[in-house]
């Protein structure tokens, strides 16, 4: 699989964005995020008044989502500590769009970083969630 070339320490460009993922969210991708975390809450749950709303951590697989389908990351390299901001919850049948940007480029210590900005919005514009977090890539 090859890396998008957006994203080598060559080809970085500060500001640019890299791609952009779309998806609609479903009550069985809560259903299954919840099993597999082992959520119970019932504001997770179709019948909740009001209606279902996802778990604030399932977004952040939006952005993981998106890095795979895209080849987002070179093989061999290290992500360190992320920056989480949690907005509006999704809720099923949200349509929401995640861009994925680089944000700086450096080198330290013989060491090349990339930092990448996730942000992950619905349709209204509103943030649902946004993670920074930097790599040492090769």
């Known amino acids: 699989m090859s890396v998008n070339p957006l994203t080598t320490f060559e080809a970085a460009e500060i500001g640019r964005k890299v791609c952009e993922g779309r998806m609609t969210v479903t009550q069985t991708d809560i259903d299954t995020f919840c099993a597999l975390m082992g959520y119970d809450d019932p504001a997770y749950r179709a019948d909740a008044p009001g ?71 619905n349709r209204t514009g509103a943030l649902v969630c946004s993670v920074a977090f930097t790599a040492i890539v090769p």
Do not use: C, Q
């Not at 987002?72 to 940007?101: K, Q, Y």
């Open 51 to 121: 209606g279902a709303i996802a778990p604030s951590s399932m977004g952040l697989t939006y952005g993981l989502r998106l890095g795979w389908e895209e080849s987002v990351f070179p093989p061999g390299a290290i992500r360190m500590g992320d920056e989480n901001i949690h907005g509006v919850p999704a809720r099923p049948g949200d349509e929401l769009v995640t861009d994925l940007t680089v944000t700086d480029r450096f080198e330290r210590k013989g060491r090349r970083f990339l930092t990448y900005r996730m942000e992950t919005r």
